[in-house]
């Protein structure tokens, strides 16, 4: 069974950085892509960052293009999300997740959810 745990969000003021990780188990992630997604009140889940675990290709939600970058640790089974010049428009629950399909933005495309962690920009 694959299992997601999201850690790093916080408070942070606009203009500065986060740095989220997913460590991920239960699986042979090798066949897996990972994928950062959002989710403001009120809103569906968007979209922002995947990488494919062999070979580390990745992409990005135009709005965050040249502000985040994604990356991983296969030691460590980990995915992070860096996150730099936040704005408050970044403030959501951000959910990593994993699928068998690369590239993929679709949530529904996504089997495998963490519990999310909080990011919220001050302005």
């Known amino acids: 069974q694959v299992q997601l745990v999201e850690s790093g969000g916080g408070l942070v003021q606009a203009g500065g950085s986060l740095r989220l990780s997913c460590a991920a188990s239960?699986?042979?992630?090798?066949?897996?892509?990972v994928g950062w997604f959002r989710q403001a009140p009120g809103k569906e889940h968007e979209f922002v960052a995947g990488i494919r675990w062999s070979g580390g290709s990745t992409y990005f939600a135009d709005s965050v293009k040249g502000r985040f970058t994604i990356s991983r640790d296969n030691a460590k089974n980990t995915v992070f999300l860096q996150m730099d010049s936040l704005k408050p428009e970044d403030t959501a629950v951000y959910y990593c997740?994993?699928?068998?399909?690369?590239?993929?933005?679709?949530?529904?495309?996504?089997?495998?959810w963490g519990q999310g962690t909080q990011v919220t920009v001050s302005s």
């Open positions: 239960g699986g042979a992630f090798s066949s897996y892509a």
């Open positions: 997740a994993a699928s068998l399909k690369f590239p993929v933005v679709a949530s529904h495309e996504y089997h495998w």
